[in-house]
């Protein structure tokens, strides 16, 4: 550790708990060195060393520190040992699952906001923080196309919007009739929805899953179908739950369509936008991704598409009473709720205090300004389609549908080779192309078949990395094939 440039220790004791101000820039120059290394040195960090996590290192049996630790043997401690036990999803050779991002910006909003510790449940405690972050959530509704009055509340991802739109849904449309409810989504839906199902008391057997086409997307007229059939078995439909963009292989389901049923029908349209929502700003995308702003509602992930830390997500809706009809609550001990123009968060979801969550995503918007996202996920499709373009071209590499986003699906064919001999020998190929700890992808089961999965989605990711990674698979299916 060079020790240049950094303060002497100050003269209070950094283990005081009220940290005064030149503890505070002992610390945060110390932090800083080592966030500081920790960035500089991610083209080089493997993309995957869970491995190094022991299941018997001393410190899991660590008592309770009664006493004070040094703070530099701490800093230490987490970026040796905890920090590099792990995925690593701030790697630009993570292509796994849907990556995070790991925007500092938005650490640094994080930062400030823990720092000052406003209270934003109620906008009386902080009416400018409230206002900030509501703008940003306007601001929000707006790059998604979402119509002008349009607002919602962030979210820790998109588990919890997709909660909340459905607890509000369930108040609007079934009022105590909750277990004769139908929702409806596509084969191909995240399993966040039928977990949102089952916390919001709905019945598991009246989850429908409407068959997708060969495209992986919702068919509409099958959609229309199940609700018709449904309420001639004298149940009650009131939930439609489309993707734009699925987990599995990234489809957009046809939204415009199935806003048009939801409203035909009488049924809340909510879309789940976590993976794909925020590619609504690369132009080419905006057309397919226009349905979202018919919908009732939408949940965003900024963790995702907005390259974001963990813990971001947000739920847009077009009209905000319906959330404040199932979640309001109040106290004689509560300062007083506003009405009207404006808005306390507490009364929108389940939860009261919380952390000023709007500043690590206004901070980013503010600092960078919209135009370095969209050109950040403009390249991402780039990219995408350079990949699908490349893999599509090697013989006998399968790909079942052409990418809608930044993720597809595929697999090598062996000819005269048995469904679970050629699952096993894909399974092998990602496991020889995750071994070399430069890209990570990740694999899936669709239509009962493995297949590999790419999503390019990481801030970090761009052509060198890209390159890398292509010719590390095509070597790998090489290699596979000479067995
Ligand atoms: C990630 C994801 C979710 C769940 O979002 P969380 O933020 O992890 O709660 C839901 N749907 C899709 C398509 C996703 O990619």
């Known amino acids: 550790m060079v020790e240049n440039d950094i303060p002497e220790k100050p003269a209070q004791d950094l283990n005081d708990l009220d940290t005064g101000a030149d503890a505070l820039r002992h610390l945060l120059d110390r932090t800083g060195e080592r966030l500081a290394g920790f960035i500089s040195s991610l083209p080089d960090q493997p993309t995957d060393s869970s491995g190094l996590f022991d299941p018997k290192a001393e410190w899991l049996k660590a008592p309770l520190p009664n006493s004070p630790t040094d703070a530099e043997a701490i800093l230490t401690f987490l970026f040796d040992e905890v920090i590099p036990a792990a995925y690593n999803p701030a790697s630009p050779g993570y292509l796994a699952y849907v990556p995070g991002g790991g925007l500092f910006s938005a650490a640094l909003g994080e930062l400030i906001a823990g720092t000052v510790n406003r209270y934003t449940g109620c906008w ?7 206002e900030l ?4 959530i306007r601001w ?11 607002l919602g509340v962030l979210t820790s991802g998109a588990s919890m919007s997709t909660l909340i739109a459905l607890v509000a849904a369930r108040e609007k449309h079934l009022g105590e009739e909750l277990r004769r409810g139908v929702i409806y989504s596509s084969s191909e839906i995240h399993h966040s929805i039928p977990k949102a199902a089952r916390i919001a008391g709905l019945a598991e057997k009246n989850l429908r899953q409407v068959a997708v086409d060969e495209n992986f997307r919702m068919r509409p007229e099958k959609l229309q179908e199940a609700i018709r059939a449904d309420r001639e078995a004298g149940l009650l439909p009131f939930f439609v739950c489309s993707s734009a963009g699925t987990v599995n292989t990234g489809s957009i389901d046809p939204l415009a369509e199935i806003s048009r049923v939801a409203v035909e029908e009488g049924l ?4 789940d936008g976590a993976y794909g929502a925020a590619f609504r700003l690369v132009p080419e995308l905006a057309d397919a991704l226009g349905g979202m702003g018919l919908a009732d509602s939408l949940a965003v992930d900024p963790h995702k598409g907005l390259f974001l830390a963990y813990g971001t997500g947000a739920l847009l809706v077009r009209d905000m009473a319906p959330l404040r009809e199932a979640f309001q609550s109040t106290a004689s001990y509560m300062p007083d709720m506003q009405t009207g123009e404006h808005y306390d968060f507490c009364e929108f979801t389940p939860e009261l205090s919380r952390e000023w ?9 503010k600092l960078h300004g ?13 990219l995408t389609l350079r990949a699908w373009e490349h893999l599509s071209a090697i013989e006998d590499v399968e790909i079942p549908a052409a990418p809608d986003l930044t993720l597809f699906i595929f697999r090598q064919r062996f000819s005269g080779c048995e469904a679970p001999e050629e699952d096993a020998r894909n399974q092998a190929l990602l496991e020889k192309i995750n071994k070399r700890q430069r890209i990570m992808l990740t694999g899936t089961i669709v239509d009962g078949r493995f297949y590999l999965r790419m999503c390019i989605l990481h801030l970090r990711t761009d052509h060198s990395r890209l390159d890398e990674a292509l010719s590390i698979i095509s070597n790998a299916l090489k290699e596979l094939r000479e067995g």
Not at 124 to 130: D, F, G, K, Q, R
Not at 141 to 150: D, F, L, Q, T, Y
Not at 370 to 382: G, T
Request: hydrophobic share 50%; glycine share 6%; proline share 6%.
């Open 124 to 130: 009386a405690s902080a009416p400018a923080a409230v």
């Open 268 to 271: 809340w349209h909510h879309v």
């Open 357 to 365: 969550r709007g500043l690590r995503l206004w901070l980013p918007l």
């Open 370 to 382: 919209i135009d370095a996202f969209k050109e950040s996920l403009a390249l991402k499709r780039q």
């Open 140 to 150: 929000l509704a707006e790059m998604m196309g979402m119509p002008e009055g349009s």
């Open 133 to 136: 972050e509501t703008q940003a």
